[in-house]
């Protein structure tokens, strides 16, 4: 099937586990699709080339850069943004770590970096500082307040694994 580039095309999003019914050109951007059509506006689009990791979003379980990925694209995936970490009215442990830590600095980062690294802990529960840094390094906070956030991500780290000892 050929599709020319300005013609409309009705897509089926599931978002935060709730179906979106959205009509988009095909060069649409996933990023864009989410900020304005679904009103899910904590995905930050930074540097719009996928190196800042501002728009970072879960793609099936996965982190990606919403930037880089056309919203054609996700018809049957699974896509999580950082309105998932706030449903519950409560902040996750990664979330509360960073606001007690100031690795929060302007925020515009942060909902990258939330979608980032609570994967990457998901992967790996047991960090060192070391560990956290790499993973970071996707991802480009302007305010260069890493060291708060590297500590609040340990921080986070040790809670999930309290919480997991304690069976929560």
Known sequence: MIVEAYERLPIALTVNGRSYDVTVEPRRLLSDVLREDCGLTGTHV???????GACTVLIDGRPARSCLTYAVQMQ???ITTIEHHGASGEL???QQALHERHGLQCGFCTPGIVMTMQAWLDENPEPTEEGVREALSGNICRCTGYQNIVDAVLVAAGRQADMRKAGK
Do not use: F, P, R, T
Not at 46 to 52: A, L, R, T, Y
């Open 46 to 52: 930074g540097c719009e080339h996928g190196v800042c």
């Open 76 to 78: 049957g995936a699974s």
């Open 92 to 94: 996750s442990a990664l």
